[in-house]
């Protein structure tokens, strides 16, 4: 069974399902991440990372939603009727996402205003969707946690790059909350960077990345 199958016999080892975990991990972050490899959550990728601080808390929320999604949905999955699975799965999806949505602006109302609607859209996000469907539903909880957390942390890491590269690129300087944790003195802020070109410019170089690292491993496995 490949990292991203489904397990259908439903079987998962106590203690983090052993080297199925491993291999779960490895592809949710690296080998088929979600926006690298996949091409999946473009719009979030290309709309809040003109800052580090954004990509980072978009990231975060898209983790605590994939994961509880995850382990919520495949602890229902043998209860929950095949014809139904996908109402199913957006109120479960659409709860967390609430959580998230409402812990922002009660707390982080700056940070809810700069993210806008795209915390409300992670709803529809095919990244969460896609695991619920393609994984959850088919994986005992612990290994479904796993490849939530995989999945998720692979896009987090994503975006974290772009942002980074878009906030230092347009500004020179990295600003998270209050505080100021890079500047380049004497730079000339490069406008670009903090618009839509901007945007796929970074994402543009970041897939091409991935895809030459990708085809070298591939060259070093099938000389």
Not at 110 to 137: K, Q, W
Not at 156 to 166: E, N, P, Q
């Amino acid at each position: 069974m490949s990292a991203s199958g489904a397990n259908t016999g439903g079987f998962c080892p106590p203690g983090g399902c052993g080297s199925q975990g491993i291999l779960v991990f490895r592809a949710g972050v690296w080998n088929n991440n979600p926006i690298a490899v996949q091409i999946l959550g473009i719009c979030s990728a290309l709309a809040v990372t003109t800052r580090l601080e954004n990509a980072l808390v978009m990231g975060l929320a898209v983790i605590f939603v994939i994961v509880l999604s995850n382990l919520l949905l495949s602890l229902l999955r043998t209860a929950t009727p095949r014809r139904i699975r996908m109402i199913a799965e957006v109120a479960v999806i659409a709860t967390f996402v609430i959580l998230v949505d409402q812990f922002l602006k009660a707390y982080y109302p700056d940070m809810s205003g700069r993210l806008g609607p795209y915390v409300g859209l992670i709803i529809t996000n095919c990244i969460v969707m896609g695991r619920a469907e393609a994984f959850a539903l088919h994986n005992r909880p612990a290994v479904s946690v796993v490849d939530g957390a995989a999945n998720g942390l692979g896009y987090t890491i994503i975006l974290a790059l772009v942002g980074l590269v878009r906030e230092l690129g347009g500004t020179g300087r990295i600003v998270f909350g209050e505080r100021t944790l890079l500047e380049i003195p004497g730079y000339v802020p490069n406008h670009v960077m903090i618009l839509a070109p901007g945007a796929f410019i970074a994402l543009g170089f970041l897939v091409a990345l991935f895809y030459a690292l990708g085809l070298q491993r591939e060259q070093e496995a099938h000389p």
